[in-house]
């Protein structure tokens, strides 16, 4: 059985400036699982991270001669969606919502307990660290891509990884001895 090679992003972003309705779904697909799993590891909140992924694609598509085919488009993508995410948090600071919602159970936790302290030891996270890790760790990224995201050098991209992994161990034994010092005191 021969394996079809996926049309490349940039060939579909073409297409769809073309008006493709194909290729349009085909970016949907090919980049809702993505966006969602980073956007819910970011919120904790299915709801939010939905509309922030809806506004994302919705200006993805509202722009799409914006785009330059240069093959980054997942780069690309992931910064729209940051950016939306920061304009999500400021409004939703603006309206003084309640208290946000405890993040949504993974599907696959080999064990609850451990799944649950590596969770909200990420939630606790500054949300530049909490970011890096999510793209790396979860969404697979280099630290190329990772910098492109966020704006930020390489090195630094390296360095918030760093400080997020030496603040999710202390963070995680903490929880596992029972006290409640997310980063031994020290943010």
């Known amino acids: 059985m021969a394996h079809e090679t996926p049309v490349p992003d940039d060939a579909l972003v073409s297409r769809a400036l073309e008006g493709s309705e194909e290729a349009l779904l085909e970016l949907y697909a090919r980049y809702r699982p993505r966006l969602m799993g980073y956007l819910l590891r970011q919120t904790g909140d299915r709801s939010v991270a939905e509309d922030v992924f809806q506004s994302t694609f919705l200006y993805f598509l509202r722009n799409l001669e914006r785009y330059k ?8 993508l992931f910064r729209i969606a940051r950016s939306e995410l920061a304009d999500e948090r400021r409004a939703a600071r603006r309206v003084r919502e309640a208290p946000p919602r405890p993040p949504q159970e993974a599907a696959y936790a080999p064990d609850p307990e451990i799944e649950e302290r590596v969770r909200n030891a990420l939630m606790e996270l500054s949300p530049e660290l909490r970011e890096v890790v999510i793209l790396r760790i979860y969404d697979g990224m280099d630290y190329a891509t990772i910098a ?8 630094t991209a390296r360095s918030r990884m760093r400080y997020a992994l030496e603040a999710l161990r202390r963070a995680i034994g903490a929880a596992a001895a029972g006290t409640d010092d997310i980063d031994g005191g020290a943010r």
């Open 69 to 76: 085919p240069c093959g980054r488009l997942e780069a690309y």
């Open 148 to 155: 492109e995201i966020t704006g930020v050098g390489e090195a």
